[in-house]
Every structure is written in structure tokens, then in C-alpha cells.
């Protein structure tokens, strides 16, 4: 298939600039997977459209806040570094700006200066290494001090509360994205749902700024996948396992915890406990082997997730449904409202 099949008109305004308040206000497009049928929702409507015994699965994973600005020593000049991994240590791999002028050797300092950092070398795509030095027992208590939430470039507006970019579940560090779909749920929604006979599992997936990168090939079977490190536990494995052996759904909580399940179904021919490194890439014509239902947001035009997305629930269905929600003034991308389909 083109990039440009997967291609649609969205107004600029559609685009969110900032979450839903309360979160489970957001609206809620269900699609049917099977029959194709559009129903307009809510996202707290959620309990009536699942069944007891379900299993939704979400990715636990933490954002950093990872984006610090600071100053050259010397020169004063404004940089930033985003920090993207961890390699060893206190070294991190990094974007930078402005990445020409930050040499190695270059001292940053941040905030009173009790965080600082020094360029040790340049990768081959411009990325940086550079090492931290701080008086704190990790590096996260500064970020949590200095550090901002790296937000998707779409969207312009800064958040007064960090937290909106996390999602109440969060726990396991080391996103340079918040695993978005997630962003709906409520303490008290969840409550309902496990009232209900719904169940929840945890995947880790950390998800890194590759799931922004735009395919440029015009065939989308030569665009490359980014890679991500995934866990999934022995108790998820099991309650996967016994969901199955029920005849009951398991409905994964966005594109991460979709690729998660399905790496490891794709690789061991079943969901088990294991770690390792994913970039599966799904795109129409993969049979999907681990979920059953897909919670997720509303994607760009022409990514990677939207080619996920029509995998599951043919290419038609989708394409359509964005239709609609575009018709329909949803509102689009990482704050934006959600799709069930099941």
C-alpha cells in the first residue's frame, strides 16, 4: 500500500491543544469491528460497552519530563537537551538544540546550577551523548525539579499541570510520550469498571519520539520502524491466558500496549512474560494473534498508528470513521478524543 492511501483532510483546529477536563468527559467514537457500525459516545459510557470478564490491558509506562533549558557556560548561550534514553550510567542519549553549536565538551548548566551536563560525543542522525552530574541520589529528582513534559511538536500550548500528561496508572519511568489513549481513564471510572466485571493488566512500554516520525517512503513497506523496549509480566501473561480460556476480550488500552501484546504473540506464538526490544510495524495484512478489542486516539494522517489502526479494523472501516470524526469536529491527536472498537 501508499502512504497516500492513508491519507485525509484535517482541519488545523481539530487538533487539541489541551486534555479534556475531567478526563472521562472526552467523546468516544465506537466502531465495530466486524459490522462497520459508527455509535457516538462518551468516554465514561465505557462500562456499558464492555463485558464482564473482559481484560483491558494498559501501558504502566512514566513520561519523563525530560526537556531541559539551560545555558552554555561561558557564552550563556540557550540550549536545551531532551533526554531520549538512558545508555549507561549517567549517559544519555539526547536531542539537542542548537545541536550544531553544542560541541563536544560543552558544559550545560541548569536551573541554581545544581544540575549539569556535558556533551561527550555526536551520533551519526545529530543526536548527542552527554553525561549528567547532579547533588541528588538520582537524576530523576532534578528532572521533577528542572524538566519539562515533552510534548508532541502539534501541539503549542504548555501545560500548567504536568501531570495532565500522565496517565493515573503511570509508574514505570523512562516515555519520552505519554501512551495517550490512556489519558481518559479516571480512578473512579476504573473503579466502576472493576465493579462491573472488568478486569485490568499491565504492560511496560516505553514509548520513545519515534512514534512522531512521519513515513517519508511513498510504499510503506520500506519505511523502518523505530525500536521500544517492552516488559510483560507473569501475572499479565496469566490473565491474558485465562481471558482466552474464558471466551472473553482482550482489549488493549492504545497502539503501545497493542504493539506490546502483539510483538510478543508475533515472536513466541502466545503472550508470555519476557523483556526485549520491539519495532513490529502493523499495517494491513497483519492478522492480528493477541487482542481482541482496540481503545486508542485519533491519529495523523499518513503515521504509522493509523496504518495499525486499519490492520485491525480493515482499511475501509477506518478511513471511514475518520471521516466521521472529522465531520463530526472530534478532536484529534495526543489530547484529543478516543475510538473504541470492538
Known sequence: MQKSDFYFDLPKE???????????????????????????????????????????????????????????????????????????????????????????????????????????DTMEDGNKHAEFFYDTPTLYEKLDAFGKMPLPPYIQKQLDDQSQYQTVYAKELGSAAAPT???????????????????????????????????????????????????VSEETARLIRETKAAGRRVIAVGTTSC???????????????CSGDTDIFIYPGYQYKAIDGLITNFHLPESTLIMLVSAFCGYENTMRAYRVAVEEKYRFFSFGDAMYIG
Open 181 to 231: 489513549a490512556g489519558l481518559h481513564f479516571t480512578p473512579e471510572l476504573m473503579d466502576t469498571l472493576r465493579k462491573e466485571g472488568v478486569r485490568f493488566a499491565e504492560v511496560t512500554l516505553h514509548v520513545g519520539l519515534g512514534t512522531f516520525r512521519p513515513v517519508k517512503e511513498d510504499d510503506i513497506l520500506d519505511h523502518k520502524m523505530h525500536s521500544e523496549w517492552y516488559s
Open 14 to 120: 481539530l487538533i487539541a491543544q489541551e486534555p479534556c477536563e475531567p478526563r472521562d468527559a472526552a467523546r468516544l467514537l465506537c466502531l465495530g469491528r466486524a459490522s462497520g457500525e459508527l455509535r457516538h459516545a462518551v468516554f465514561r459510557d465505557l462500562p456499558g460497552l464492555l463485558q464482564p470478564g473482559d481484560l483491558l490491558v494498559v501501558n504502566n509506562s512514566k513520561v519523563l519530563p525530560a526537556r531541559l533549558i539551560g545555558h552554555k557556560e561561558g557564552t550563556g548561550a540557550v540550549c536545551e537537551l531532551l533526554l531520549l534514553r538512558q545508555v549507561k550510567g549517567d549517559v544519555w542519549e539526547c536531542l539537542a538544540k542548537p545541536g550544531k553549536r553544542l560541541h563536544a565538551g560543552t558544559r550545560i548548566i541548569f536551573g541554581d546550577g545544581t544540575l549539569t551536563a556535558v556533551v561527550r
Open 259 to 273: 504493539r506490546t501484546l502483539e510483538a510478543v504473540a508475533t515472536k513466541y506464538g502466545e503472550v508470555r512474560a
